[in-house]
T-cell receptor, first 113, second 111 residues
C-alpha cells in the first residue's frame, strides 16, 4: 500500500518547546516537501529536499529545521524560534515520473498551548 | 512574483447546479496546473492535472480548462452534489518543481 504517512495527526506543544513532525513515504520518490497551511491561505513552502542529505529553504523557513538522512523520511522540527507555529502542516513527495505534481500526506495539526 | 488567485473564496449552491471555480496566475511560464480537493482537516486529493500543452482535462462530472496566454484556469463541476462540499485548491507547477497554491474556494452544496 504505497503512500505518504504523517504522524501524529494532532500535536500540542507548550511555548518554548521544540517538536518534530514525522513524514514517511514508500513511493520511492526523490523529492520531499513541507508546507504550512493557515486558515484562508494557500499552502506555503517551508523546506524541500531533492535528494538524500540535501535540502533547501522555502519561502518561510525561519524557525524550522529539517533533515534528510533517508530517502523515505523527511522530519520537520518546529523550534521555539517559530513565533506563530499553530497551523496545519502538510508533507508531500514527487518523483521523476510525477510530471511535476506532488503527492500529499494527511497532515498534522499543531497547536501551541 | 508568482501568484495564484482563486475566485470566489467561498461559494454556496443548491444541489444539482452546475458551477465554475476560477483560478488565475501571474507567471504564465507554467509546466502543469493541478486542481485538488481538500476536506476539513485532511490532506489534498488530486482531481485533475493539466499539462501546459493541453487545453482541458475531464474526469466524471469535473472538467478543468487551461488558458496559459491569459493566465487562467477554470474547474467546472456539473450537477453538484452535497458530497462535493469541500475546499478546492488550484496549484501551478513550474519547471523547477516549484508548486504555487491559491488560497482555495470553499464550496458548500446544499441538499
Amino acid at each position: 500500500d504505497g503512500g505518504i504517512t504523517q504522524s501524529p495527526k494532532y500535536l500540542f506543544r507548550k511555548e518554548g518547546q521544540n517538536v518534530t513532525l514525522s513524514c514517511e513515504q514508500n513511493l520511492n520518490h526523490d523529492a520531499m516537501y513541507w508546507y504550512r497551511q493557515d486558515p484562508g491561505q494557500g499552502l506555503r513552502l517551508i523546506y524541500y529536499s531533492q535528494i538524500v542529505n540535501d535540502f533547501q529553504k522555502g519561502d518561510i523557513a525561519e524557525g524550522y529545521s529539517v533533515s534528510r538522512e533517508k530517502k523515505e523520511s523527511f522530519p520537520l522540527t518546529v523550534t521555539s524560534a517559530q513565533k506563530n507555529p499553530t497551523a496545519f502542516y502538510l508533507c508531500a513527495s514527487s518523483g521523476a515520473t510525477s510530471r511535476g505534481t506532488q503527492y500529499f500526506g494527511p497532515g498534522t495539526r499543531l497547536t501551541v498551548l | 512574483k508568482q501568484e495564484v488567485t482563486q475566485i470566489p473564496a467561498a461559494l454556496s449552491v443548491p444541489e444539482g447546479e452546475n458551477l465554475v471555480l476560477n483560478c488565475s496566475f501571474t507567471d504564465s511560464a507554467i509546466y502543469n496546473l493541478q486542481w485538488f480537493r481538500q476536506d476539513p482537516g485532511k490532506g489534498l486529493t488530486s482531481l485533475l492535472l493539466i499539462q501546459s500543452s493541453q487545453r482541458e482535462q475531464t474526469s466524471g462530472r469535473l472538467n478543468a480548462s487551461l488558458d496559459k496566454s491569459s493566465g487562467r484556469s477554470t474547474l467546472y463541476i456539473a450537477a453538484s452534489q452535497p458530497g462535493d462540499s469541500a475546499t478546492y485548491l488550484c496549484a501551478v507547477i513550474y519547471n523547477n518543481n516549484d508548486m504555487r497554491f491559491g488560497a482555495g474556494t470553499r464550496l458548500t452544496v446544499k441538499p
